[in-house]
């Protein structure tokens, strides 16, 4: 290989880096913090639900900003009490998913998002790992919800993208899940990069390409090698259901994500798609069927109220 090429995957690896994990992930924390607390905001919120935030530490002492959004007629039914953790996405916040509570609210389930690390008012800079780290930040969620609601909670995850991948690294490390949505979610990424390099950067060669990126993305001890959802999905319990969604066409996160992904699932499981929608905006571009096929899965696997 000439030293051009060399050079050119070289520069083009340390680019990949500046934009996942060593990316400035968001609007500063002072303007997301003033816009929480513009009126406008603020009224909107409490006007439509009960709502309470809370600062709870990560496994390595990083501050994690949470929201919580009580259903209208509690989360206590069955004999247990419902909740539903809420988990964004690349490059935005928790806000992002309070678009989705209208989804999950109405069914009984209290709602609890999440700032992951470098985003919206939790702590870290520089420091995302695309879904290790964060699926890590999931996994204190978990135990703050089960201190708060009890250990037998019925606890469903949601996720979009990245929040997706988060979510289903995650799922394999707690045997005590009610179900997982997972929504536009990558099954590796190291599948996921060398599918962005296929289409866009092919000009760059791959072997000299990728341990480029391994080196310049690691953060500390973790690389891109180590986020596999997929491994975790095919490890969960076949009794937890499983809903996979994903939009069509998907420019980032390719719908034989979801193919896989389903693949992999075994026992309860169901898959969706929704053509003529970006990616993670089929909600938005679809609302009425998104929330009927949602609303199906909860009667189907008996997850609504009673």
Not at 13 to 23: D, P, Q
Not at 101 to 130: Q, W
Not at 223 to 250: G, R
Request: aromatic share 12%; hydrophobic share 40%.
């Amino acid at each position: 290989m000439s030293a051009k090429d060399k050079l050119i995957a070289d520069v083009v690896a340390r680019g990949v880096a500046a934009f996942t994990t060593k990316n400035f992930q968001n609007v500063p924390r002072p303007l997301v913090a003033a816009v929480k607390k513009t009126p406008v905001v603020a009224d909107f919120i409490r006007k439509r639900y009960q709502v309470d935030v809370h600062e709870i530490p990560s496994f390595d002492g990083l501050k994690l900003n949470v929201t919580r959004f009580r259903a209208l007629n509690g989360c206590y039914w069955n004999g247990k009490n419902h909740v539903m953790l809420l988990v964004h996405g690349f490059q935005v916040q928790q806000a992002m998913m309070w678009f989705n509570l209208p989804f999950f609210l109405p069914h009984g389930y209290d709602c609890v998002t999440v700032d992951l690390r470098t985003a919206g008012l939790s702590e870290g800079k520089d420091i995302n790992t695309m879904g290790w780290n964060e699926s890590k930040d999931v996994g204190e969620v978990c135990k703050w919800i089960r201190k708060e609601y009890g250990d037998d909670v019925v606890l469903g995850l949601y996720g979009q993208s990245m929040g997706s991948a988060t979510i289903m690294q995650y799922s394999s490390t707690d045997p005590n899940l009610g179900f997982i949505i997972e929504d536009c979610g990558y099954a590796s990424l190291k599948d996921t990069v060398k599918n962005i390099h296929d289409r866009f950067l092919g000009f760059v060669d791959w072997d000299e390409f990728y341990p480029k990126v391994l080196k310049y993305a690691a953060v500390g001890d973790v690389n891109y090698d180590m986020v596999k959802p997929i491994e975790s999905v095919a490890k969960l319990d076949p009794d937890i259901p499983m809903m996979i969604l994903h939009s069509i066409p998907d420019a980032y996160i390719v719908i034989e994500n979801a193919d896989r992904i389903y693949e992999a699932k075994r026992g309860k499981k169901e898959i969706h798609k929704y053509t003529l929608a970006p990616h993670s905006a089929s909600f938005f571009m679809h609302p009425f069927l998104y929330k009927k096929d949602i609303d199906d899965f909860f009667q189907k696997y008996d997850l609504d109220r009673k």
